[in-house]
């Protein structure tokens, strides 16, 4: 216990999923968590589950000025961010002939451009300071799908723009890491509501569960666990890096 021990941690997409299981790891290691998301009923309610350590702040992670309001509210009422995790996004299905346009800029724009806009936002505050940058990714950004054209370009691209901001952080040596993680597919409320809505409900469930290597989905924690690490200074030597935890499903 404590590995995270007073850290404060702004962790976005935080109602549900990896978001929700990653802040209860954490405050359970001793953090206080600002969790963010656009659905603000689904918000309060995890922020109410999970305890005085979490607070909600409803969020668009498209729009540059609520990133403003946001970090202005961390740096009065807590003076400092230590660590930020880029968790919210959203999948898009369809293949180059069948996703519009529309879709594929939706996907980079909440996948890739809300990562770019936090890290800008938060490197003044964290700078001072010094701390950890957690940007999702996805084992799709290795393993390409026929009907993940968005998807997985967009989860591509941002490994690529973690390393580039890891090096910037390096250059300026302002104390600030930044890494990617690489989730396969794990069994959070949204792959089970992808599963349950398709005709046959248990061969979809084995099919996902057979492209794993290891032949079985991951779990909510498995990923938690990684966040902890990657938040906590046992990982004061690691950034730039991307951290896949799939099940094999990259290699």
């Not at 957690?134 to 968005?150: E, G, R």
Request: hydrophobic share 45%; with cysteine.
């Amino acid at each position: 216990m404590g590995r995270v021990e007073g850290k404060i941690i702004l962790l976005t997409g935080g109602a549900m999923g990896l978001g929700k299981a990653a802040t209860t790891r954490l405050i359970e290691e001793g953090a206080q968590v600002v969790i963010t998301d656009h659905d603000v009923d689904a918000g309060q309610t995890t922020a109410d589950e999970l305890g005085e350590n979490v607070h909600f702040l409803q969020q668009d992670v498209t729009n540059p000025d609520r990133w403003t309001e946001v970090i202005t509210h961390i740096e009065k009422e807590y003076g400092r961010l230590d660590v930020l995790v880029n968790n919210a996004a959203v999948t898009v299905f369809g293949s180059i002939a069948d996703v519009s346009y529309e879709d594929f800029r939706r996907c980079y724009t909440v996948d890739v451009d809300s990562i770019f806009l936090g890290c800008k936002a938060a490197l003044p505050l964290m700078s001072k300071t010094g701390g950890s940058i957690i940007n999702f990714s996805s084992a799709a950004a290795i393993n390409a799908s026929a009907d993940l054209v968005a998807y997985n370009s967009a989860k591509a691209a941002i490994p690529m723009l973690t390393k580039s901001i890891a090096l910037y952080c390096a250059r300026e040596k302002n104390g600030v890491r930044v890494n990617a993680v690489l989730p396969g597919t794990i069994m959070t409320p949204n792959v089970r509501s992808v599963i349950d809505g398709t005709p046959n409900p248990a061969e979809t469930e084995e099919l996902f569960a057979l492209a794993q290597p290891v032949g079985h989905m991951g779990e909510p924690d498995d990923i938690a666990h990684l966040v902890v690490y990657l938040a906590s200074d046992e990982s004061k030597f690691a950034t730039g890096a991307a951290f896949a935890v799939d099940g094999g499903l990259s290699i």
